[in-house]
């Protein structure tokens, strides 16, 4: 039986919002979703392991993964590099699976261009001194980082009208509960249904 391809959903907003913890709390509510790994040339924090957080790179290696056309899409982020690797992307996507990407928002918009279809999620923070007061709490940037990722933050805010859906990340449950909600009716929307009893239609008769 043929099968359609799975959505791409991307979450992406300012650092410090949330992304992590929300992708992270999205798992055990949404098994089907297969969440990418992106390759990056920062730093590993203490804890993150090579493969699950994410792919650590050289500088040259990531080079050579943009070179070979490997990325879906790679932007520079307060001095890192950081990508999507395509092929899983691609070949996921192509098995019926769903596939969440959290990224900044240039990738984001890059993404975009490529696959006019996904579905484009901004995760918004409550308010600005909420945001700082996360990315502080973290505990994990210097006061430049800090001052880097809000400079950043406003920037990004900007660029929210290209996405499909704003989710205030108030608190974790209830994002985690939009995120949900958007992808049941996205993979309920006429058009999905529509192709879908159509190929059904043309193996029965
Ligand atoms: N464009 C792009 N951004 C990414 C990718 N992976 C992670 N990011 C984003 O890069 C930014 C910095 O990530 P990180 O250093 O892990 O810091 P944190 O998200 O602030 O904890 C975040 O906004 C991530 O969502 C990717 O593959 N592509
Ligand atoms: N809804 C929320 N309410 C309060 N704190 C939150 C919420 N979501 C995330 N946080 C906290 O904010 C900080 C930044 O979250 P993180 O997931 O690392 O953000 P991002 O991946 O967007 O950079 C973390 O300390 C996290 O525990």
Redesign the pocket.
């Known amino acids: 039986m043929k099968h359609d391809r799975g959505l791409l959903i991307v979450l992406s907003g300012p650092?410090?919002v949330g992304?992590?913890t929300v992708c992270a709390a999205l798992r055990p509510h949404m098994k089907d979703l297969v969440y990418s790994v992106?390759a990056?040339t920062?730093t590993p924090r203490t804890g993150e392991v090579d493969g699950v957080n994410y792919f650590f790179k050289t500088k040259e290696q990531f080079k050579h993964m943009i070179e070979n056309d490997q990325l879906l899409?790679?932007?520079e982020?307060v001095g890192?590099f950081?990508?999507?690797p395509r092929g899983f992307v691609e070949d996921t996507l192509a098995s019926g699976r769903d596939v969440i990407l959290?990224?900044?928002v240039?990738?984001a918009l890059q993404v975009k261009e490529k696959f006019p279809e996904g579905i484009f999620v901004f995760l918004a923070p409550p308010d600005l001194k909420e945001l700082r007061s996360r990315i502080t709490g973290r505990g994990t940037e210097t006061e430049e980082s800090i001052h880097n990722r809000m400079t950043m933050a406003k920037a990004e805010i900007e660029l929210m009208d290209r996405y499909n859906y704003v989710v205030v990340n108030d608190e974790v449950d209830k994002a985690c509960e939009r995120i949900e909600a958007i992808v049941v009716a996205e993979h309920c929307k006429k058009e999905r249904q529509i192709a879908k009893y159509r190929n059904w239609i043309e193996e029965v008769f």
């Open positions: 650092s410090g992304k992590g992106s990056t920062r899409e790679w932007a982020y890192n950081y990508g999507t959290e990224i900044e240039q990738g």
